[in-house]
């Protein structure tokens, strides 16, 4: 069964502090992963999206990694902001399936100020 | 900018009662969703729609149907509703279809809330 796992389900940091999210899937075969952000009460935004050949990917203080060989990847927050209170959705792109995407369970990140 | 629209933000619905949720995108796009989020359990489609009148079953289409008469359209009926499907409710859309190549991003809606009593 295609699954994805996110890390940790919820964390707290302080404004000005990295962090780092964590995401490792199951799907196969794999295509692509794409990281989401959704504010509370707000539809999801896209972060970032990755093909099988890329491992980095950046979008101002976010970079994303994939390492398709262990089926990992990881989002990291540079600098945090209040701003960046949300969750931190990983999304994974079977590929042949089409239309059908496997969502995490999301990361719920908290900036304190 | 991608504009994606739903009818309600909250819904109070009591059970049996048949529910509509509406959504409109603005951007001309084929292709549109709908998911249900519930906590813990990540995003789960439960239709989706490639063309006008076209409608495909996601992972958990039971206890829902869908209406797509218009190509920025696509409606999610609970034809008696029950209170497990109590939660929020995503409408999403892309340009085309997510495809294993492709890099397609697709669009969300701000969410309709739903409590069935």
């Known amino acids: 069964k295609n699954q994805v796992e996110q890390s940790p389900q919820s964390l707290i940091i302080l404004e000005g502090k990295n962090c780092t999210l964590q995401?490792?899937?199951?799907?196969?075969?794999?295509?692509?992963l794409r990281w989401y952000k959704q504010d509370t009460g707000r539809g999801p935004v896209s972060l970032t999206i990755?093909?099988?050949?890329?491992n980095t990917k950046s979008n101002g203080r976010y970079t994303a990694t994939l390492d398709a060989d262990t089926k990992q990847s990881s989002l990291h927050i540079t600098a945090s902001q209040l701003s960046d209170s949300a969750s931190y959705i990983c999304?994974?792109?079977?590929?042949?399936?089409?239309?059908?995407?496997?969502f995490g369970g999301g990361t719920r990140v908290l900036v304190k100020p | 900018d991608v504009k994606v629209t739903q009818s309600s933000r909250y819904l109070v619905k009591r059970t049996g009662e048949k529910v509509f949720l509406e959504c409109v995108q603005d951007?001309?796009?084929?292709?549109m969703f709908w998911y249900r989020q519930d906590p813990g359990l990540g995003l789960r489609l439960i239709y989706f729609?490639?063309?006008?009148?076209?409608?495909e079953k996601g992972d958990i289409p039971e206890g829902y149907s869908v209406s797509r008469e218009k190509k920025e359209r696509f409606s999610l009926i609970l034809e008696s509703a029950s209170t497990n499907q109590t939660s929020m409710y995503l409408c999403?859309?892309?340009?085309?279809?997510?495809?294993?190549?492709?890099?397609?991003?697709?669009?969300f809606g701000p969410g309709t809330r739903l409590l069935v009593l």
């Open positions: 999403a859309s892309s340009l085309v279809p997510i495809t294993s190549q492709g890099r397609e991003t697709q669009y």
């Open positions: 995401c490792n899937y199951t799907v196969s075969p794999f295509s692509n």
């Open positions: 990755m093909t099988f050949s890329e």
């Open positions: 999304v994974v792109s079977p590929g042949a399936a089409g239309n059908k995407l496997t």
């Open positions: 951007m001309d796009h084929e292709n």
């Open positions: 729609s490639y063309d006008v009148k076209m409608k």
